[in-house]
Every structure is written in structure tokens, then in C-alpha cells.
């Protein structure tokens, strides 16, 4: 095999892949990125075996062919290299050879035929859904799965195509994002889906802002064509909890807020909320909001929030990340907090239909 391509280029089709490798110890093939030539690009695959990402780069083709080179050797060795053409020949014993300017490089590789093999594509329900909703969407849900192995389900995303709309929902039993968009799709295509976490990290660092994304789910796989990169994933198996169940049916108080003081008042009383306890409390009067942290032994810090509301006193603690998460994940200038009382969960809305369920922690 025989190529030339622009340094820029093979780095940035490099970029969208090395991250997708498996760990040390596993098939050292799998450490490697698949090149393989068509008549006027190259397609550049990684895989780990649970997923699997595949993007194509322009350039001028000689020799056709396809081999395996260490991916991390080959992408350090583009970031180093010159810009202006890169020459690249392999030999029959799978021995790259790379002109970049002034540079050499000799690169090692395996066979293409020991590659995995990516998923048969066939019959699948698909969407069209563009890149950008499903990017806002992941970036308001996704902090909110977990993060605890031994709860493997609620590590992923929940991706609900039903009744016309997209419902993205994550939650790790103390805390649940959801939010949705409206979507056309066929009746026979409602369906449930869990992206891996694995899956949603790698669609967040390729996702762009223009464009469509063409979702294809067949069996337990999925399919993310993004107009260059083609992401394929394995699906979780389980069934996703009944999210629903803990979102609160009313609540009596309904409090607004400045979303930007709240999170700058949260932010600097945390400072004090380091130790084991992690928490804040919020104290809702009437048209004041009080946000105090202490660390035992050591200090406090309050500050204060002006707000709208009327009602009577209540004081709640919650664990100061798990309410700037969300803040700093929506873009409106108010937010509404909906609450009952300090000990069961608030809700935190915006005008986009998104929600944030919150339990509280135990004021001693």
C-alpha cells in the first residue's frame, strides 16, 4: 500500500480515533488502527471490541491496500512531523515507511485480516436527528449518570425514541436529568435504548454543531454516521429503571432564581464543603435564598441569592456539585426550583423542556 496525504488531515482522522483502543493486556492487534485504501482516501478503524470508530481521509492513492499500525505511535508521530504531504508505503512484511519533510519514520504493523470485523450493517430502525440536538442534549443529561461499577445500568444514557420525541435521561439513584425534543420517526420505530458510557464519551468529543446525525440500531448494536466518522457501539442489555416513578407528581412551592448568582453563590460556598460532608444547605425565605457551607473545625462561608418567592421558610441541604451540574448545563438566565419541603426531592426546570430531579441530604 502506497499513499500520500496532508499532514492535517491524516492527524485530524487520527485524533478522531486513537482514542478508541483497548487496554494493555488485550489483543495486541486491537492497540492498532486498521488503514485501508479506497481510490481517493484512506479509512482509518479502531475498535475495542465494544465499540468501534471508523473516519476517512482525503489523499492520493498509488498503491491500493490495507495494514494495521500502532495507533498512539503513528498519532504521536503526526503531531510531531512537519505540515505539508506525508508519504506513506508499506511493505508485504506489514513494514510502514513515513516521509514527513525532513522526518523518517518506521512503524511495525499486523495484518489487516486479523482486525476485527465491524458490524454487519442490514436491516436497523433509523433516525435522522441533528448533531447538535443530540450533542445539547448528551451535555444536559449525561453528568448525571453514574459512576459506580456496581451499578452498571444507570452508567449509561437512556435514549427513548417514543410519542414523536427524543427523551434522553440519566440518573445515578441520587439524582435524574431528563430532557426532550420533539422528533419525527414511523410508529414501528419507537423504541428504548442505553448507550454505554464508553459510547456517549466518544459522541461528545465527535459531535458537531452542523449537520445530521443518521442513527441506525440493529439487534443489541448501534450506528452513529456523522457525515466523516461513523461510531458503532454495542447497546446495554438490561432494562433501564422506571425513571419516572421519582419524579415528584406536584409540588406546593415554586421558586425562581437568577441561574448564574445561584451557581457563582454555590461555587464560592463550597470552598468549605471539602471535607467527607460535602454538603450545602439552602435556606428559601421570602425573596432570599441563604447558601451556607461549613468544614468541621476549620471554617464557614454563607452568601446570599435574591429570589421569587412568598412562601413559608424551608431549609434543605443538598450536595453542592450535584446542584451546579446542572446550572452550568442550561443556558437560561432564570431557573425555577420546585420544592415541598426540605426532606423530599426539588425539582430544578427552565424554559426548554429539561428537568432535574435532586434528593436531599439528612440535615442533622
Known sequence: MKFKVIRSKFLDGLKSVQNIVAGKGSLPILQNVMIESGERSIKLTTTDLDISIKAEVECEVSEAGATTLPVKLLFV????????????????????????????????????????????????????VPQATIKEMLRKTSYAASQDDTRRMLKGVL????????????TDGRRLALVEKELEFPKASERDIVLPSKAVAELQRSLGNDGDAMIMVKKSQICFNLSGVIIYSKLMDDTY??????????????IVVDRQLLLDALERASVMSMDDSHSS????ESNTLT??????????AKDEVPIKYAGEKIETMFNPTYVMDPLKAIDDDEITIDINDGHTPAVIKCSVPFLYVLMPLRIN
Open 281 to 284: 444547605k439552602l435556606i428559601f
Open 159 to 170: 435514549m427513548s425514541f417514543k410519542d414523536e420525541k427524543l427523551t434522553m435521561v440519566a
Open 241 to 254: 429503571p422506571n425513571y419516572r416513578q421519582v419524579i415528584p407528581a406536584s409540588c406546593s412551592e415554586h
Open 291 to 300: 447558601v451556607t457551607s461549613a468544614a468541621n473545625d476549620i471554617g464557614e
Open 77 to 128: 508521530s503526526m503531531t510531531k512531523a512537519a505540515e505539508g504531504e506525508i508519504e506513506v508505503e508499506v511493505d508485504p512484511q506489514e513494514r510502514a515507511s513515513i516521509r514527513a519533510g525532513s522526518a523518517r519514520f518506521k512503524l511495525q504493523g499486523m495484518p489487516a485480516a486479523e482486525f476485527p470485523q465491524l458490524p454487519e450493517e442490514g436491516d436497523a430502525y433509523s433516525y435522522t
